[in-house]
């Protein structure tokens, strides 16, 4: 299949290149295959002056950088500058006769390019070339460790190719090694948690993290804009609390999206057999309008089972906050279930940062709180990569008003770029630590301070000044007619005073 490779152009599909370039690498190969794959987040041209110069989407190298214009040419340059993207070469090699596949390697078969193409092609396809086994020479790493995540690997003999990637062919997100990450990874939250864990006295640590988890388990609901009883609250907040004590497992998942609903007889719970999307429906007609599909139902054990085998290869092996950004992330983009995803998506980045040993006992990290701060940006970051996928499913509704997808659609969902969550787990961790944690110690400290105030100069019980606190907090640092004619009817003015003043001296001057 000979294709045609674009000389200079002003734009790639709808976007429009800073300056006219040669498309090079995946977006190169997209555009001279038509795969339907989403492009890389940064993608590569070759300019037409000497210079190296990168924008928000596009990376231009200079002339001497041109690829070959060939398959080989630019497959060769995608993995030299741009690392691996599974979903491309899966897109690519479904495409592409084998026999040129077979062509490129036995052209240099002991070429390191030559071999990680080799491999790659038999571990995505799952069907052996017409090449036999090598016989010699050094092992290449299938990713390269210093462009993306990887962890140690074992030998593919028959490549002489070390697969390092964190997943299998079930699924394998990647996550590029970008300054952002970098800069995170040297930061060393962990030893920044530990120092403020040692910082507390006990019981002040143990009633902020009481408070966190309740304010966390409420937040995973308002996210999903439900206002539960405090039952539930109270409940989801003791599962958050076990997070990371039983192994990640389908019968697992099933058993927490049973905790989340509830005794809701309205919901089936355990995995889809049916299709399922985000969005909302036509007012009139009742028709999707949709922001993500769901991975179709027949693919959900393998996209579940492969989910449960990164988590177990990743375990104790790359940072737990890349780990807790795949699984989660993967997870909500998967969709297994009908209702609940979301919760335990949250869920989720609480277990992989206990089983990783990151978080200490009793601290937790108001994950669901954070986000719900930082709402706009979580929903920019999970629409990202729905809104890139959206264009390759094609789907139908359903008599039921829901969607059923019509092609394969697997892939998309097994093999993604999980950079952009990782950035944003991290953000949130960062939050946590230096705005979150402090803020609540600091509220306690505040409040002892004020009860000892208050209870010094009058009479009045644990139970009351609490009441009193949330009194003052919510009328802005006045005592409500409620809570003067009811509650506190029997306060002298002075007193009443006396206690707003105390509030205003401690919390608000």
Sequence with gaps: MTKKFSE??????????????????????????????????????????HKIFKTNDWHFLTPRHKPEASLKGHLEFALKYEGVNLCIMKKLFETVDKKEIESIIKESPFGSYSRRIWFFYEWLMQIPLNIPDLKRG?????????????????????????????????????????????????????????????????????????????KDSRASFFIEKEEPSFYRIDNWKNVIKEAGKNNLSKEELIRLQKIVLGNNRFI?????????????????????????????????????????????????????????AVISFGFVNIHPFSDGNGRIHRYLIHHVLTENNFTFPGLIFPISSTMLNHISRYHDVLKSYSASIL????????????????????????????????????????????????????LLVKFDKFKTKVQSQIEIPDKKITLLFSFLSSNGGKISKRGTHKEFNKLTKEEISFIENSYKDTFII
């Design 138 to 214: 050094n092992y290449v790493y299938a990713i390269d460790p210093s462009q993306q995540v990887a962890i140690e690997g074992v030998n593919s003999t028959r490549h002489k190719v070390k697969n390092n990637l964190i997943g299998t062919v079930e699924f394998c997100p990647l996550i590029y090694r970008s300054k952002n990450i970098e800069s995170y990874l040297n930061s060393d939250f962990k030893e920044s948690v530990l120092q403020f864990y040692l910082s507390l006295p006990q019981d002040l640590l143990n009633r902020a993290t009481a408070s966190l988890l309740l």
């Design 8 to 49: 200079y152009v002003n734009s790639f599909q709808e976007l429009s290149l800073p300056e006219k370039g040669i498309l090079a690498g995946y977006v190169a190969l997209i555009n001279a295959f038509n795969l339907k794959a989403p492009s890389p987040q940064i993608k590569m041209a070759i300019g037409t002056k």
């Design 391 to 442: 264009p390759f499913i094609e789907w139908e509704p359903t008599e039921d008003y829901s969607v059923k997808v019509l092609n394969e659609t697997v892939d998309y969902y097994r093999y993604f770029d999980a950079t952009p969550y990782a950035i944003f787990l991290f953000e949130c961790i960062k939050y946590s630590i230096e705005e979150e944690l402090p803020k609540e110690t600091q």
């Design 268 to 324: 089936k719970t355990g995995f889809r057999k049916e299709g399922g999307f985000i969005g909302e429906h036509d007012i009139e007609t009742r028709m999707p309008l949709v922001e993500h599909i769901s991975a179709k139902s027949e693919d959900l054990e393998t996209l579940i089972s492969g989910l449960i085998k990164y988590n177990e290869r990743g375990k104790h092996q790359i940072d737990p906050i890349l780990l807790a």
